[in-house]
């Protein structure tokens, strides 16, 4: 294997960000050797339907589905359903492509039905030929829920409905007590050489994963490489509202700040090369700094990142 | 209102021909002086939604947005969602468009909320425009089961999956025994001057109606006018299986079969002119014939149509 990684690599994601590390990842890793776990955080029930934007957002990039100029759904996709939903009186500010309903639809029938959110991840990612295994964080509900100016609001309304525009004061993740990491999930803490935290919202998308039971002291005691990749690049999220709710919540919109979230759940930071000379706070919080480039435009972006982070793992388990 | 009927009509319909006369009745009666009710033994669960194939077609009918060309559905609608299900691993036999999926998925959403289906019905008719009345003839379940020479067939099935091949021996309505009318049924049986039995199946669009505890005592005992239209037109179904069932069952497949299974909720018959042959035969099973043009292609077809069977029940009022 010269200077990859050897055996599993686990990788924690979230939305778009994630989902193009991961892309990068299964495409020079063979399905045996990664799990991709997806933040359930942000999951919600809309006109009666399970919807699971991260899994979703995570299935389409695998499978090819995925819509680059909007950043969720389908590529093509039309909204017949959702217009006509609305006009049947709905609430339709979340938007939803009818051929994206159908996910939610099957998603939903095969939940109520008995399977687990596992289960149907599984045979939703298998039937548009994902080989690499996709599993949720939790198989039971777990509910980000942000305290804001404008009130209390799930992710989505946060996110979609007030345009992340509300001031965050805190963020508590519903029913965490009460969830398990998912089996996959489980099996993948025990068994991977290496944990990849893909460059996914701190607070939104990655802090979820970890509030499971469990999952923070098994990634803290882990033995092998734990290399993050930071989402926040010159001072601001490259995707999405995490440098926002970060100042809002105290902390440093940069590298640093993120590292400082990791603590104790990573041992290796890769930074974007224009964050180079912040390089030394970041080991000032324990945690070594990579500095490469990590803008992913291209799926040859997407992959050069993959190969660089598993060989930063490599590297940094043969100097152990 | 000289030669047309006072007061309540209560129309008893199944899907495209009942829709027909039912759209007719709508353009001439106001909003007051109508109630359709409609069979819902056809009703079937598809993907974790439930379908009201006779319902919908009403409410498409009557709103504008029915599709002549396919007799379901709502015109140029598209079938992204029911393609993406089917790429998903669903059993996609039963065609469902991808506006047509917005009302299943809404009408599913407000039953799980606890709404009845007549007021999902109700609402979902109002948001789309419609001021008469639409009723599904009760709030709880009952199906349409066919026992035939493929096996035990729910109406689906039978219709759309085996394309009405199987023989038909004989047809029971689950869970008959244990509904009651709706309450707009049971207001509208107690208030009708006059009921309409629309040319819909005999057997599989109006029986499940009669099958209900109550109604066909209501009908048989009710004071008004009662006048049905033959959906049998030259000794074959104008639509659908209705002749082959008819004939399966041993029953007479011309207008005199029908009058036979009318014989007491129905006092008088329109009979399409090409049937006046038989005109007197239909009087030997004790219903009053009537010879008028019943076959509906335009919408001035169809409310000629419900002018002349209004007409016929004004007419036998004075003569009563």
Redesign the interface.
């Known amino acids: 294997m010269g200077e990859s990684a050897q055996g599993l690599v686990l990788a924690l994601a979230g939305g778009v960000g994630g989902a193009k590390l991961a892309l990068g990842l299964s495409k020079i890793l063979p399905p045996e050797r990664l799990v991709i776990v997806v933040n359930t955080g942000d999951d919600e029930e809309f006109?009666?339907?399970h919807v699971s934007p991260d899994l979703d957002t995570m299935t389409y990039t695998l499978s090819g589905l995925y819509n680059p100029d909007t950043g969720w759904g389908?590529a093509g996709?039309?909204f017949?359903?959702?217009?006509?939903?609305n006009?049947?009186?709905?609430d339709t500010w979340f938007n939803l492509?009818?051929?994206?309903?159908?996910?939610h639809?099957?998603r939903?029938?095969l939940l109520?039905?008995g399977a687990t959110l596992s289960e149907v991840t599984a045979?939703?990612t298998a039937?548009?030929g994902i080989r690499h295994a996709i599993v949720p964080m939790s198989d039971q509900p777990v509910r980000t829920v942000l305290d804001t100016d404008a009130g209390t609001l799930a992710m989505q309304e946060y996110f979609v409905k007030h345009r992340a525009e509300p001031v965050v004061r805190s963020i508590r993740y519903d029913g965490a007590a009460d969830a398990q990491p998912s089996p996959g999930f489980a099996a993948a803490l025990r068994d991977a050489a290496t944990i990849v935290i893909c460059p996914s919202n701190p607070f939104l998308s990655v802090a979820p994963i970890l509030a499971v039971p469990g999952v923070r002291d098994a990634i803290a005691g882990h033995g092998g490489r734990r290399v993050a990749v930071s989402p926040i690049v010159g001072g601001a999220a490259v995707r999405g509202p995490a440098g926002k709710i970060m100042a809002e919540l105290g902390a440093d919109v940069s590298a640093v700040g993120v590292a400082r979230e990791y603590r104790g759940v990573c041992d290796l930071l890769a930074l974007d090369c224009q964050d180079a000379g912040i390089a030394d706070a970041v080991a000032a919080e324990g945690i070594e700094p990579a500095v490469m480039p990590t803008i992913m435009e291209t799926d040859d972006d997407k992959i050069a990142l993959a190969r660089q982070v598993l060989e930063l793992a490599a590297r940094a388990e043969a100097t152990a």
């Open positions: 006109h009666g339907l389908i996709d039309s017949d359903t959702l217009e006509m939903l006009r049947l009186g709905a492509g009818s051929r994206d309903f159908a996910t639809i099957r939903t029938d109520r039905n045979q939703l039937t548009l």
